[in-house]
């Protein structure tokens, strides 16, 4: 209704499965390593947790784009079962066969026994992979565990993927189901966009749409960010709403009222619905849920497709992930501070090294506490010791300990043989391979936008950002800044960009992202913090 008005293309914010709008943040990428890493294992449980919205079915899709051909994946989309009815779906996803009528649960796991061993005979895997597992009952989960008790020396013959809301977190902590939970190999919790990737999310989907230019403010869309919670799916339905706001108002701006004008229809009507399914026993719910659950998982499998820049990062993770147990635990993390504490206490000496206090106890939104000091979030999952080196700044690190409990320090330092870590407000000098053996690669860095900041500054674009960029390479390189008001990135200064990132270790795209936003200040000397800083070599 809207496209033309704005010069679009096409509805940016459809929630069907296409996948020329595929946003895969850094924590989604982490997510799918996980999972990767768990099924490549010796077997048993994989667990992929986050609230309705945030992303785990476009996780799951990309998994399956992943496996391996020689793959049997069986899929149980209605969790509501007894143990009787799971056998039986699961027979019926893996064409095994029963005898009509039966509801023996002993005939069913032999049947599935003997597939599984042929199978393994054959060279097969077999994955089972339960949605909405939050709603499976102790009854059932227990029978799932009972099926994975068929192994050879080396692995376990079935290897099963859990989706679910956060409550299935609590469910396998109980007392009773603590057998199960010893035998999850992977888990991930995914947790919803920040401030800074709802931006990214909401630019990359205009900009497959064909759309250039403002569309949503900045301030719009820190606003956008909170009244989505950084739920992708959410995010999605509000941005259509306000656009169609702002298409009938005949402006070209999505405007703050709009957007609140549409946040209130929007979970007005959510919360009618909510309403609604509950009244019906939540029949509405889960058909919806089912839907979308078959179109994106058996409709939209390629989804991914076979990225290698994609499996080379999600390889690196693997690798990482595989934390040694029973070792005692890290010395790195001072006695006597609660590890929970940890990412808060790693933001805060992160907010200090540039200036401004952060206290978590008063304000969980770190990346919204920096923006109202001109500053952004920069996150990423597949650092590396080189690539903090390049960026050039403090970063608050995610580390995993002996056990594989995930912590959070702040890195302050870096020489070439040591890094200066603040952990729990505790000052730690550690030699690089020692970080490197407990660090996963995933870092967030804060970062200043430069004069006339609207985003991305793409070749053929002009104007202020255009000619801060141009000042950063003459000082950069030492020539005459030129003068010219109209600058425009193309032609020597669009090439001399493209060098800039090819020598900066960057993909010469001509294309200026937070990553060379980044790599300019440091080169061209910003009166930053930065992690060489006062620090001697040695």
């Given at each position: 209704m809207y496209n033309e008005h704005f010069g679009l293309n096409e509805a940016p914010f459809s929630i069907a499965p296409d996948p020329r709008y595929l946003y895969m943040s850094e924590r989604h990428q982490e997510a799918l390593a996980h999972l990767l890493y768990g099924v490549r294992g010796e077997g048993g449980f994989v667990l992929l947790t986050g609230e309705v919205g945030t992303g785990k079915t476009t996780v799951c899709r990309c998994l399956l784009e992943q496996l391996p051909e020689n793959t049997d994946v069986a899929f149980i989309l209605n969790p509501k079962l007894t143990s009787a009815e799971l056998l039986a779906s699961v027979c019926d996803e893996l064409r095994i066969g029963y005898p009509e009528g039966t509801t023996s649960i002993k005939v069913f796991v032999d049947r599935i026994n003997a597939f599984l061993l042929d199978a393994h005979a054959r060279g097969r895997n077999t994955i089972l992979i339960v949605d909405e597992a939050q709603n499976l009952s102790s009854e059932v989960l227990e029978q799932l565990r009972l099926l994975t008790n068929l192994e050879t020396n080396q692995r376990k013959l079935l290897q099963i993927i859990l989706l679910g809301q956060p409550e299935l977190r609590d469910l396998l902590a109980c007392s009773?189901?603590?057998?199960?939970?010893?035998?999850?190999?992977?888990?991930?919790?995914?947790?919803?966009?920040?401030?800074?990737?709802?931006?990214?999310?909401?630019?990359?989907?205009?900009?497959?749409?064909?759309y250039r230019g403002v569309l949503f403010p900045s301030a719009v869309l820190r606003q956008l960010a909170r009244l989505s919670g950084g739920i992708p799916r959410l995010t999605n339905v509000l941005c259509d709403r306000a656009l169609l706001g702002t298409y009938v108002q005949g402006k070209t701006q999505v405007s703050k009222k709009v957007l609140a004008r549409a946040a209130r229809e929007v979970l007005g009507e959510r919360r009618r619905a909510q309403k609604d399914a509950r009244r019906?026993?939540?029949?509405?719910?889960?058909?919806?849920?089912?839907a979308a659950i078959v179109i994106a998982l058996l409709g939209g499998g390629y989804y991914l497709g076979k990225s290698p820049v994609i499996a080379a990062k999600n390889e690196?993770?693997?690798k990482h992930i595989n934390i040694e147990q029973n070792k005692p635990q890290d010395v790195l993390w001072p006695k006597g501070v609660p590890m929970n504490r940890s990412e808060g206490l790693a933001e805060r000496s992160l907010a200090a090294a540039w200036g401004f206090d952060f206290r978590p106890d008063k304000n969980n939104d770190f990346c919204g506490a920096a923006g109202q000091h001109g500053l952004h979030c920069f996150s990423t999952s597949y650092g590396t010791i080189d690539f903090l080196r390049k960026l050039n700044r403090p970063a608050v690190l995610g580390l995993f300990d002996s056990r594989g409990e995930k912590y959070y320090v702040t890195l302050t330092h870096l020489s070439a043989k040591d890094a200066t870590l603040v952990a729990g407000q505790v000052d730690k000098r550690i030699p690089i391979k020692a970080l490197e053996a407990r660090w996963l690669g995933d870092s967030t860095v804060l970062w200043q936008e430069p004069p006339g900041y609207q985003g991305d500054i793409h070749p053929g674009d002009h104007g202020e950002p255009v000619k801060w960029l141009d000042r950063q390479l003459a000082a950069i390189n030492s020539r005459t800044k030129p003068d010219a008001p109209d600058s425009v990135l193309a032609g020597p200064l669009?090439?001399?960009l493209k060098s800039f990132q090819k020598q900066g270790g960057l993909e010469p795209d001509g294309i200026v992202g937070v990553r060379t936003f980044i790599l300019l200040n440091s080169t061209g000397g910003a009166t930053v913090p930065q992690l060489n800083d006062g620090q001697k070599e040695g």
């Open positions: 009773e189901l603590r057998q199960l939970a010893q035998r999850v190999t992977a888990r991930y919790h995914l947790d919803p966009l920040s401030q800074d990737e709802i931006a990214t999310y909401v630019q990359h989907r205009l900009k497959v749409a064909g019906s026993g939540g029949r509405v719910g889960f058909a919806v849920g089912i690196k993770l693997i669009l090439e001399e």
